[in-house]
């Protein structure tokens, strides 16, 4: 019999390629692993009654939630494109509560981790969601930390994901941790994923925190920072770019993109970095000085912060067939 219980949350509304998605990577793992350490994978819910996936797929769950009392080796909440504007489901929000203390690993998959936000489960930790609703998720959990940037994101018995397929990678993440590589590398290739993600890699490029008005003064700022990353910028320096005093940027920045001019400028430099360190031998001090870190020495802070890791541990990770 498998050895490893794993509850998979589903909800009316839930994205099936969530659910879909860590289930075939578990199921696949199966034949690559002794008969012990096997997956048994048991969809949870409020009831066992039908319910509709957002795309009009219909599901039905194994076990409702009044019957799931065994003790499981992972728990996931799947998301759906309603979660982060419904009300709690007060069933699903004291399952987790209770469950959490019996699972070995609990965690989400894209905008499942609103439920477990009502649950509690996020307050003090690192955690990761689909990116265009992450800054929602700090909002209603001031108590997280979010990550926007990160395919997913472990922390102690908790792991999140981003957004949708992601959950793929969360699921391989889990593979590599308890049967190593290999067969992580295996299951991924079955099922025809080109790269294995790993946690410390960005989900999306932070350059789509753009305004709606894609000739407004921001964005116009924004370009102008994307084609002069490597320079100083100041609030000053970029206020003066659009004719505006800087107080008036400030106001009018964080209400069309969400976020500061500063957080923007950083999220640029980060993302230019990056592609230097997948596609090129560039030195790190290079990469660096080009990026508007200034030193090798403050680009490893900021990637250590952002990240999780430095950027000689990025490039070691996902440099692909690099150019001079």
């Known amino acids: 019999m498998p050895a490893r219980k794993a509850a998979l949350v589903i909800h009316d509304g839930v994205q099936a390629l969530d659910v879909a998605g860590p289930i075939d990577v578990f199921a696949e793992a199966n034949a690559f692993i002794a008969e012990e350490d096997r997956y048994e994978t048991l969809l949870v819910a409020r009831t066992r009654a039908p319910l509709r996936a957002s795309n009009k797929m219909q599901l039905v769950a194994d076990l409702a939630f009044d019957e799931a009392h065994q003790p499981f080796d992972l728990v996931l909440v799947a998301g759906g494109p309603e979660l982060p504007y419904a009300q709690p489901d007060s069933s699903m929000t004291d ?51 979010v990550e926007p940037d990160l395919i997913y994101v472990r922390d102690g018995p908790l792991i999140t994901s981003a957004g949708v397929t992601a959950g793929i990678d969360l699921a391989l993440a889990l593979i590599r941790e308890h049967h190593g590589p290999d067969v992580a590398v295996a299951v991924a290739k079955r099922l025809v994923v080109v790269a294995q993600r790993q946690g410390g890699q960005s989900q999306f490029s932070p350059y789509l ?23 100083r910028h100041t609030l000053q320096s970029l206020a003066e770019q659009v ?16 976020i500061t001019p500063h957080e923007f400028v950083e ?39 952002r990240l999780g890791i430095s950027p000689a541990q990025y490039r070691a990770s996902f440099q692909h067939d690099p150019v001079e």
């Open 209 to 231: 925190s753009a305004p709606a008005d894609p000739v407004s003064p921001i964005a116009r700022l924004q370009t102008f920072v994307m084609e002069n990353v490597g320079e």
């Open 95 to 145: 399952w987790l509560q209770a469950i959490a203390t019996t699972s070995t690993v609990h965690g989400s998959i894209c905008t499942g981790a609103f439920a477990l936000g009502h649950a509690g489960l996020l307050d003090g930790r690192r955690v990761t969601t689909h990116w265009q609703i992450a800054q929602k998720l700090a909002a209603r959990f001031p108590a997280a930390r």
């Open 243 to 258: 004719g505006m005093s800087a107080r008036n940027l400030a106001r009018h920045f964080v209400r069309e993109t969400g």
């Open 267 to 305: 999220r640029a430099r980060v993302d230019t970095a990056r592609m230097l360190l997948e596609g090129t031998r560039l030195p790190l001090k290079s990469v660096a000085y080009d990026c508007g870190f200034g030193t090798a020495d403050r680009m490893r802070i900021v990637f250590v912060d």
